[in-house]
């Protein structure tokens, strides 16, 4: 499974940016899918995840209410809308798949893209 993010950039504290994560090698639909995120010193850390079918969200605290994980199994990709972004947003983001375990542990995650880097300047 390749996981490839994309959509990270620069954007001003309260602006929009919409990460997208495709996949080859796989059909998503069959996966738990996370997001990620590792600002600069610190450990990876979950951000948001939705179960296969859209059934269930899943939010870090500071992403609830500004953050919307989603998935279209019809193109094969995920996607995390952010807005009203702040500066301590800034950090590469990951998308990863299929948890074994804890969806909020990075551990559990078998599958990761290579992370895309979100910019909010302070």
């Known amino acids: 499974v390749q996981l490839q993010a994309s959509g990270g950039g620069l954007v001003q504290a309260g602006g929009s940016l919409r990460l997208s994560c495709a996949a080859s090698?796989?059909?998503?639909?069959?996966?738990?899918m996370g997001w990620f995120r590792r600002s600069p010193g610190k450990e990876r850390e979950f951000v948001a995840a939705i179960s296969r079918g859209a059934g269930s969200t899943y939010y870090e605290d500071s992403a609830k209410g500004r953050f919307t994980v989603s998935r279209d199994d019809a193109k094969n990709t995920v996607a995390l809308q952010m807005n009203s972004l702040r500066p301590d947003d800034t950090a590469v983001y990951y998308c990863?798949?299929?948890?074994?375990?804890?969806?909020?542990?990075?551990?559990?995650?078998?599958?990761w893209g290579q992370g895309t880097l979100v910019t909010v300047p302070a």
């Open positions: 090698g796989a059909t998503l639909s069959n996966y738990f």
């Open positions: 990863a798949a299929n948890p074994v375990g804890s969806l909020y542990h990075a551990d559990s995650y078998n599958y």
